[in-house]
C-alpha cells in the first residue's frame, strides 16, 4: 500500500478570520501533517497565516483579485498544486467548518491507499450538536447519515479528490461560480470510472445553515441545474430530469420572489451556453440507478 501524499485546501472571501484560524488550527491537530496548505482569497487579500498559526507542512496563501465563486477559487488552489506536483490528494474544506477529530487526514489517506479507483470521498457535515441534515446526506429520501458507502455524490463542504482523477476529468466547472458544482464533477468522475465515497466517520464540524441565506441562490440553482443536464446527461433524460426539478421546486419554494428569481435562471440556463456537452454513456446511468439515485432525481 502506497501512502498517498496529502494537501489541504481552503477558499476565503476574507469575511471569515476567527473561522478560518478555528479551521487551520484544527488541520494544524492533525496526527498527520499534510505535505501542503493552499489559501485562496477569493478576491481578498490573505494575513500570514503560517506564522501566526504555526501550520505544518508548506503554507501558501494566494490573493484572487477578484471572487471567482467556490468553484473557481478552488480552481485555483489546484492549479498551484498541480505546478508544485508533490501531492496525490487535495482535502477541500469549508471555511467556516471544523474537523473536530485529530485522525481525518490520516483516515483519508487509509482509504486512498486502499483504493487506487476511488476517486472522490465524501464527509459528513454535522453541526456543533451532532445533527445531520438531511440535505447533506448524498442519497435520496431519508437515510441515515452514519452508512456510509459508494454513491452518486458528495458535500462541496468537506470532501477529498484524487488528483489523478482530475487529470482525468478537468476541474470544477468555474463558470458555475455557486450551486451543483459538486454534481457535475461527480458525474465526470463516474463516467470515467472512478467510485465516490459517502465516508461519515470523517466529520467536518459546521454551522447548520440553507443554501437559500445566499442572495443569488434561486437565480444560480435553477440556471445551473439546467447546465448541468445540458452539459452532462443524454438527450433523452433532459426533459425527464428538469420536469421532474420543476415540480419539486414548486411544491418546496414558499417564496414568491424566490420562484420568479429562479424561473429566471432557468431562462438564463436555457438561454446561454452550457459549455462543453459531454453527455455520460448510459451505462453509467444504470450504475448510478444501481447506486440509488438515477440521474433524473
Same mark, same amino acid.
Given at each position: 500500500?502506497?501512502?498517498?501524499?496529502?494537501?489541504?485546501?481552503?477558499?476565503?472571501?476574507?469575511?471569515?478570520?476567527?473561522?478560518?484560524?478555528?479551521?487551520?488550527?484544527?488541520?494544524?491537530?492533525?496526527?498527520?501533517?499534510?505535505?501542503?496548505?493552499?489559501?485562496?482569497?477569493?478576491?481578498?487579500?490573505?494575513?500570514?497565516?503560517?506564522?501566526?498559526?504555526?501550520?505544518?507542512?508548506?503554507?501558501?496563501?494566494?490573493?484572487?483579485?477578484?471572487?471567482?465563486?467556490?468553484?473557481?477559487?478552488?480552481?485555483?488552489?489546484?492549479?498551484?498544486?498541480?505546478?508544485?506536483?508533490?501531492?496525490?490528494?487535495?482535502?477541500?474544506?469549508?471555511?467556516?467548518?471544523?474537523?473536530?477529530?485529530?485522525?481525518?487526514?490520516?483516515?483519508?489517506?487509509?482509504?486512498?491507499?486502499?483504493?487506487?479507483?476511488?476517486?472522490?470521498?465524501?464527509?459528513?457535515?454535522?453541526?456543533?450538536?451532532?445533527?445531520?441534515?438531511?440535505?447533506?446526506?448524498?442519497?435520496?429520501?431519508?437515510?441515515?447519515?452514519?452508512?456510509?458507502?459508494?454513491?452518486?455524490?458528495?458535500?462541496?463542504?468537506?470532501?477529498?479528490? $484524487?488528483?489523478?482523477?482530475?487529470?482525468?476529468?478537468?476541474?470544477?466547472?468555474?463558470?458555475?461560480?455557486?450551486?451543483?458544482?459538486?454534481?457535475?464533477?461527480?458525474?465526470?468522475?463516474?463516467?470515467?470510472?472512478?467510485?465516490?465515497?459517502?465516508?461519515?466517520?470523517?466529520?467536518?464540524?459546521?454551522?447548520?445553515?440553507?443554501?437559500?441565506?445566499?442572495?443569488?441562490?434561486?437565480?444560480?440553482?435553477?440556471?445551473? $441545474?439546467?447546465?448541468?443536464?445540458?452539459?452532462?446527461?443524454?438527450?433523452?433524460?433532459?426533459?425527464?430530469?428538469?420536469?421532474?426539478?420543476?415540480?419539486?421546486?414548486?411544491?418546496?419554494? $414558499?417564496?414568491?420572489?424566490?420562484?420568479?428569481?429562479?424561473?429566471?435562471?432557468?431562462?438564463?440556463?436555457?438561454?446561454?451556453?452550457?459549455?462543453?456537452?459531454?453527455?455520460?454513456?448510459?451505462?453509467?446511468?444504470? $450504475?448510478?440507478?444501481?447506486?440509488?439515485?438515477?440521474?433524473?432525481?
Amino acid at each position: 500500500m502506497v501512502e498517498p501524499r496529502i494537501a489541504v485546501a481552503v477558499v476565503t472571501m476574507g469575511n471569515r478570520p476567527a473561522e478560518v484560524d478555528a479551521l487551520l488550527e484544527s488541520v494544524a491537530k492533525q496526527d498527520i501533517e499534510p505535505a501542503r496548505i493552499v489559501i485562496v482569497g477569493n478576491g481578498c487579500r490573505l494575513p500570514e497565516f503560517a506564522e501566526r498559526l504555526s501550520l505544518p507542512g508548506q503554507v501558501t496563501t494566494i490573493d484572487v483579485e477578484e471572487n471567482l465563486g467556490c468553484p473557481g477559487g478552488r480552481n485555483v488552489a489546484l492549479a498551484r498544486l498541480r505546478a508544485y506536483g508533490d501531492v496525490d490528494i487535495v482535502v477541500d474544506l469549508d471555511d467556516d467548518g471544523l474537523l473536530v477529530d485529530a485522525d481525518v487526514l490520516r483516515r483519508v489517506r487509509e482509504l486512498y491507499a486502499a483504493d487506487l479507483r476511488l476517486g472522490i470521498v465524501g464527509f459528513r457535515i454535522a453541526d456543533e450538536h451532532g445533527e445531520t441534515q438531511q440535505r447533506h446526506v448524498p442519497r435520496v429520501g431519508k437515510s441515515d447519515p452514519m452508512r456510509g458507502g459508494d454513491v452518486t455524490g458528495f458535500l462541496g463542504g468537506g470532501h477529498a479528490l $484524487r488528483m489523478e482523477m482530475l487529470a482525468e476529468t478537468g476541474d470544477w466547472p468555474a463558470e458555475f461560480f455557486f450551486a451543483h458544482e459538486e454534481t457535475d464533477l461527480a458525474w465526470r468522475a463516474a463516467d470515467a470510472g472512478w467510485k465516490i465515497r459517502y465516508a461519515p466517520e470523517l466529520l467536518l464540524q459546521h454551522p447548520k445553515t440553507s443554501p437559500a441565506r445566499h442572495a443569488i441562490y434561486y437565480r444560480v440553482n435553477a440556471r445551473n $441545474r439546467v447546465w448541468l443536464v445540458r452539459r452532462r446527461l443524454p438527450l433523452l433524460l433532459i426533459p425527464v430530469h428538469l420536469g421532474v426539478w420543476t415540480l419539486l421546486t414548486l411544491a418546496r419554494t $414558499r417564496s414568491a420572489a424566490g420562484l420568479r428569481a429562479w424561473f429566471g435562471g432557468f431562462a438564463e440556463g436555457l438561454r446561454e451556453s452550457a459549455g462543453e456537452r459531454r453527455p455520460m454513456r448510459w451505462r453509467t446511468v444504470w $450504475r448510478l440507478t444501481r447506486l440509488g439515485r438515477p440521474p433524473v432525481i
